[in-house]
């Protein structure tokens, strides 16, 4: 990431390079917020049986997350394989970013019923 300071991503001159150091830079930030809603999920939570079982998922997610982006990625070389695994690994975070938002909403609403 030496070339991350350098690169301006609102305006590449669409290289690959640039394409994949953006792309890493939106995969940080996507991650972060992903981590974010789920501790602050986890932090509402009172059932230390539920707020186990959903730890343990996420790490499995996280590993599900890295084997899909190798399997997508697999058979191209050099930073198009970055560009590929970079993108499975953002699309898919940002799709558990959703879930983490809908269990979220799903657990206010519980909770307002009673």
């Known amino acids: 990431m030496k070339y991350a300071k350098r690169t301006d991503c609102n305006s590449t001159m669409g290289t690959t390079l640039e394409d994949r150091i953006c792309l890493n830079l939106k995969f940080q930030q996507t991650d972060s917020i992903m981590n974010v809603k789920l501790k ?6 009172t059932n230390d049986t539920i707020k186990t ?45 959703k879930e983490i938002e809908e269990l979220s909403g799903k657990m206010i609403d519980y909770d307002t019923d009673n």
Request: net charge positive; with cysteine.
């Open 53 to 97: 079982t959903i730890k343990t998922y996420q790490n499995a997610w996280v590993h599900h997350r890295r084997m899909k982006s190798e399997i997508v990625s697999e058979g191209y070389r050099g930073h198009m394989l970055g560009i590929i695994y970079l993108g499975c690994m953002l699309e898919t975070t940002m799709q558990r970013i």
């Open 40 to 45: 602050k999920m986890l932090h509402t939570i």
